[in-house]
């Protein structure tokens, strides 16, 4: 039973597009989380939420909206979709906030033509 | 500004060749310090987390250690299921981790 489940998992799509990607966590945990990997595996957070309340929100393009309709579900969408934006995508969930370990999804790739 | 840096970058051991990384942190109020393993395609692997100074956790080939500047990750006699890139990442508790650009770690066997 996968605990945190991210979908799609590719995703290849053109400049210009709106896409969304789904997470969800079955763990029962209050916060979840949407990283950013590059090209050279650097993983950035992006946004924090804790309990459908976004906490954090870091220097991120206003065109990427995160939405928490309950506090299992976490979805991103992008609008406005630019060649930058290429990258993997990380949904993760934790307990405790930042004290304690945090779960990661399998990631969605996004690719931009 | 909160940092973690590790190092090497990459690291190729012969199979059964012992030898650490580095993860040194300037993350002011650290919680914790946690270490990932993350393999090609995948997310990252949750191992350990650490609280305190002189504390230190051991699973299977790996120990990890932490000082008030840096964490070290211990690989004892690695074995080529050992490959991947190790990620290591800092909290100050009410904040999510920030992480290091990981080790890509190569065994041959």
């Known amino acids: 039973d996968t605990a945190v489940s991210q979908t799609p998992k590719y995703l290849v799509t053109q400049m210009g597009n709106d896409k969304s990607i789904k997470c969800e966590q079955n763990?029962?945990?209050?916060?979840m989380y949407w990283y950013k990997q590059d090209s050279k595996k650097f993983l950035k957070i992006m946004f924090s939420?804790?309990?459908?309340?976004?906490?954090i929100n870091e220097t991120v393009p206003n065109r990427f909206s995160p939405k928490s309709p309950d506090k299992a579900h976490l979805n991103l969408h992008i609008n406005s979709l630019e060649l930058g934006d290429s990258a993997v995508y990380f949904c993760?969930?934790?307990?405790?906030?930042?004290?304690?370990?945090?779960?990661f999804g399998q990631g969605t790739r996004l690719t931009v033509v | 500004e909160d940092q973690v840096t590790q190092s090497p970058e990459a690291l190729r051991l012969q199979e059964g060749e012992s030898s650490s990384l580095n993860c040194s942190y300037t993350?002011?109020?650290?919680?914790?310090l946690f270490w990932y393993r993350q393999d090609p395609g995948k997310g990252p692997e949750f191992l350990f987390t650490?609280?305190?100074a002189g504390e230190e956790k051991e699973k299977e080939r790996l120990k990890a250690t932490l000082t008030k500047k840096e964490s070290f990750l211990h690989i004892t006699a690695p074995k080529p299921e050992d490959s991947a890139t190790y990620l290591c990442a800092g909290s100050k508790g009410n904040t999510p981790l920030v992480f290091g650009k990981g080790t890509r770690l190569s065994v041959i066997a």
């Open positions: 993760a969930s934790s307990q405790a906030g930042g004290i304690t370990e945090a779960f």
């Open positions: 763990l029962g945990h209050d916060t």
């Open positions: 993350v002011s109020g650290l919680r914790g």
């Open positions: 650490l609280y305190s």
């Open positions: 939420y804790n309990n459908k309340e976004l906490i």
